[in-house]
């Protein structure tokens, strides 16, 4: 579960996030949506504790970003917007690193790493290094890393990026699965499509603010429109107007 | 600390794979620094062993004028060519190098010899030209021999002692021991040391910061539940770990190849036995981790890979400035300069090697300042670490 309260972040004059409030609950997938430059970025960075907001908290499953960071990042699994490994170790030994960060050790480390390898259908790149890998490769490499420990509350930021649709549709399995298992999932996108195929609940933000969350449903009802793309146009227009 | 140990493996592993880093911390560094000085020395011992046996060769014009002169000079290993150059002749051939000398005798050389009065000769040479300014040295002390003897039968002739015309004597005394004839070579060494023990952790502390943010891994790793200060540490550790093996290799490729440089031939001998090269090691030690935390602290504030090796490649010129300025002023070693890093560890290498005792003092001042900055500078990455400014 994450909820964040009123949230804010400048960058020197540039406010980036104005009192970002939002929560994700678990067993759900919300979908952080909004153009690019809407503040997506930021208000994920501040959740997953690399930014430390100026004004505002975020709780993760009852743990301060900024009073317990370590116990709130211990509960959380994140991909960052463009997610890097390590060009010379193997996929294998990318997450079997972060498995040992996280505290795992011994056997039940190699075994958790085994597990994703499965999972995440990497049995065929997983003991060659990373350099040269495809960017579908990287981004299953990049998951695993962030699934090691087992995270209530997984955050990804723009996951689909340079994915081709292959590549997409299997990510989006593995979210569905993760959800029904109980986690929460929160991810960030522009595309639209994307978002209402796959999420329970969605936040649209613009300009650094929260102009809605609901499910998909509720918020193209409130915003009287056919469809969640229309609504979400209506809301942008009438913040950029 | 188990964080800090993670790190550690990890970096020290991947770089093991990288070509970069080995080439120039295991392999390049140690091996370049002490060929470099073998083979200088075995040139300056080849050239020098050449010049004193080669015979003199002098053109001489006109030397009929002169007979008794250039018998002297052949009775003393001269071979003397015989030319017919005038003034502009000689200067053309010497300035192209055809001859290295001419010595031209003048028209009224007997004469004015025999009326005792002083008998002009000429003697051209290239003073622009070092291979040949022993040469010409070695001609002029020649004639200069022959002069002072024509004048000290000129005395004994006219009943005067010649003593008379030497009221002093004086004699050099050279005080110099085998050892401290060494001590260019050992000021080379030195810093040679410390110059390939830094590049052998270059690589590492780029990678670890600058190049980590490049790849977009930085972000990831901030995100573990470990307080970020140790994932620095872990990787100053793998960066020491680096820069001291680039030592012990650099210090043993030095031991090795003194020995069979031949030193003894030059009137100079370096203490350098295996016990001595340890101790070598061990007096640097402390400039490891004051290295280590000094490169990674500089890389990890740039934007770039590239950014970060042009700094950190002026960076490397840092422990040659106290060198340098030493040298420029001619300090000599005594305590208060022990708080100097690396020319403490300069100052402490060269008297091992000279076989001077160490006062217990000076390691301890060295070790403990040098030890003291590289805690505050490891201290200062770790609270780096702890800015998200980190993330740029």
Not at chain 2, 12 to 38: D, K, M, Q, V
Not at chain 2, 242 to 256: D, E, K, N, Q, R
Request: hydrophobic share 50%; charged share 20%.
């Amino acid at each position: 579960m994450i909820e964040a309260q009123r949230l804010e972040k400048h960058f020197g004059a540039v406010t980036a996030v104005r009192e970002v409030s939002l929560r994700a609950a678990d067993g759900r997938i919300t979908g952080l949506l909004g153009p690019n430059g809407a503040g997506k970025s930021t208000t994920l960075r501040m959740l997953y504790t690399v930014l430390v907001p100026d004004r505002g908290d975020a709780l993760i499953d009852g743990h301060s970003v900024v009073r317990e960071p370590l116990a709130a990042r211990a509960r959380l699994g994140v991909l960052p917007h463009g997610a890097g490994i390590y060009p010379n170790l193997t996929a294998r030994e990318n997450i079997l690193y972060f498995g040992a960060l996280q505290g795992l050790a011994g056997a039940a480390r190699r075994a958790r790493t085994a597990e994703l390898v499965k999972l995440l259908e990497m049995e065929e790149f997983a003991d060659r290094p990373a350099r040269g890998f495809s960017q579908g490769e990287r981004l299953r490499t990049a998951l695993a890393r962030a699934l090691v420990h087992r995270p209530r509350n997984l955050l990804l930021d723009e996951p689909t990026n340079g994915l081709d649709v292959m590549a997409v549709r299997a990510l989006r399995r593995l979210l569905q699965q993760l959800r029904d298992e109980g986690h929460c999932v929160l991810f960030s996108s522009h595309v639209m499509q994307e978002v209402s195929a796959l999420c329970d609940e969605v936040v649209v933000i613009a300009h650094g603010v929260v102009l809605e969350q609901g499910t998909p449903e509720e918020i193209r009802a409130r915003a009287n429109a056919g469809s969640l793309e229309e609504a979400f146009v209506r809301l942008i227009g009438a913040v950029d107007r | 600390m188990r964080a800090v140990l993670t790190v550690f493996v990890k970096e020290f592993r991947e770089n093991l794979r990288e070509r970069r880093t080995l080439l120039s911390a295991l392999i390049l560094g140690p091996l370049l620094g002490p060929l470099l000085l073998a083979g200088g020395l075995t040139l300056r011992l080849e050239r020098g062993v050449g010049e004193s046996d080669r015979a003199l060769q002098l053109a001489v014009a006109h030397g009929e004028r002169a007979p008794n002169l250039l018998i002297f000079l052949r009775e003393h290993g001269v071979s003397v060519t015989p030319v017919d150059y005038d003034e502009a002749a000689a200067r053309a051939a010497v300035r192209s190098g055809r001859v290295q000398q001419v010595l031209s005798v003048d028209m009224d050389f007997a004469e004015r010899l025999a009326a005792g009065a002083p008998a002009p000769l000429e003697l051209y040479a290239d003073a622009s030209d070092l291979t040949g300014s022993g040469d010409s040295a070695r001609v002029r002390a020649l004639i200069g021999q022959y002069s002072a003897l024509l004048g000290r039968l000129r005395l004994a002739v006219r009943g005067i002692d010649p003593l008379l015309a030497a009221p002093l004597a004086v004699q050099d005394i050279d005080v110099s021991t085998p050892a401290t004839r060494s001590v260019l070579i050992l000021g080379t060494l030195s810093y040679l040391v410390l110059l390939t023990m830094l590049m052998g952790g270059m690589y590492l502390a780029i990678d670890a910061t600058a190049g980590e943010r490049e790849r977009g891994s930085l972000e990831p790793l901030l995100t573990v539940p470990v307080p970020r200060e140790q994932l620095i540490y872990g990787k100053i550790l793998a960066t020491s770990v680096y820069m001291a093996l680039s030592l012990s290799l650099t210090v043993a490729a030095f031991a090795i190849v003194l020995r069979f440089t031949g030193l003894e031939r030059f009137g100079m001998s370096v203490n350098f036995a295996p016990g001595v090269a340890l101790e070598v090691i061990l007096l640097t030690l402390p400039l490891v981790p004051l290295g280590a935390a000094l490169m990674t602290l500089v890389a990890a504030y740039t934007r770039s890979y590239r950014e970060a090796q042009t700094w950190l490649a002026l960076l490397l010129l840092v422990p040659t400035v106290p060198l340098a300025f030493a040298g420029l002023l001619g300090l000599r070693p005594h305590l208060a300069l022990m708080a100097v890093p690396s020319l403490s560890q300069h100052f402490l290498i060269t008297s091992l090697l000279r076989a001077e005792a160490l006062p217990a003092s000076w390691v301890a001042l060295s070790v403990g300042v040098t030890l003291a900055i590289a805690a505050l500078l490891i201290a200062a990455a770790g609270g780096l670490y702890r800015r998200e400014a980190l993330l740029g």
